[in-house]
Nanobody, 117 residues
Framework: QVQLVESGGGLVQPGGSLRLSCAAS????????MGWFRQAPGKERDIVAT????????YYADSVKGRFTISRDNAKNTVYLQMNSLKPEDTAVYYC??????????WGQGTQVTVSS
């Protein structure tokens, strides 16, 4: 089994920054991709950003391009999401996501990010 532990959420003012971390542990044999999704109240869970584990290829949702940066530490099995210039519409529960080479997916419990003055 794989466990994903997220940290770094909280309350921030518009224009501020937060850094999310997600550490994977357990029976990790081969990570294909990790990333972040988010879900605002009353809305579906949407992709935010992902990164491939071998080549580091990244993908960003249009709504966060230029503001968010995803990165990884392969040795620590950890993925990060640096969020800058935060807006109230970024308020959501952020979920860490891991996809293995055998196409099994795992999810974290979520961390709340609230952008408000």
């Amino acid at each position: 089994q794989v466990q994903l532990v997220e940290s770094g959420g909280g309350l921030v003012q518009p224009g501020g920054s937060l850094r999310l971390s997600c550490a994977a542990s357990g029976s990790i044999f081969s990570i294909y991709r990790m990333g972040w999704f988010r879900q605002a109240p009353g809305k579906e869970r949407d992709i935010v950003a992902t990164i491939s584990w071998s080549g580091g290829t990244t993908y960003y949702a249009d709504s966060v391009k230029g503001r968010f940066t995803i990165s990884r530490d392969n040795a620590k099995n950890t993925v990060y999401l640096q969020m800058n210039s935060l807006k109230p519409e970024d308020t959501a529960v952020y979920y860490c996501y891991l996809l293995t080479l055998s196409r099994h997916d795992f999810w974290g419990q979520g961390t709340q990010v609230t952008v408000s003055s």
